[in-house]
């Protein structure tokens, strides 16, 4: 499996940015696709943004298209996420996560591997 540990996180203002990494080890990395994922408090996880493995396709939540940008770097094991004109309901904590596929993915059902979490605060 792969390990992951996100950082980046904090408190920021509306209409601010905030720039999250995800560091990967493992042996593998590079042949799955990566996810990020938050839970907001009383929420369930949801799906925010998906890259494939090697073409760099993406995919994106409704809520956060036009506003986040996910990216990845497969020679440092590492996948960002640019987060844009961010927005009180934006709170949440995000996880990076690994999945069982080359393609992207969307369901949580679809990752194996997922990261202790950041916090993530806009405050209005």
């Known amino acids: 499996q792969v390990q992951l540990v996100e950082s980046g996180g904090g408190l920021v203002q509306a209409g601010g940015s905030l720039r999250l990494f995800c560091a990967a080890s493992?042996?593998?990395?590079?042949?799955?696709?990566m996810g990020w994922f938050r839970q907001a408090p009383g929420k369930e996880r949801e799906f925010v943004a998906g890259i494939s493995w090697s073409l760099g396709n993406t995919y994106y939540a409704d809520s956060v298209k036009g506003r986040f940008t996910i990216s990845r770097d497969n020679a440092k094991n590492t996948v960002s996420l640019q987060m844009n004109s961010l927005k009180p309901e934006d709170t949440a904590v995000y996880y990076c996560?690994?999945?069982?596929?080359?393609?992207?993915?969307?369901?949580?059902?679809?990752?194996?591997?997922w990261g202790q979490g950041t916090q993530v605060t806009v405050s209005s």
């Open positions: 493992g042996r593998t990395f590079s042949s799955k696709a």
């Open positions: 996560a690994a999945a069982t596929t080359l393609s992207i993915a969307t369901m949580s059902t679809e990752f194996e591997s």
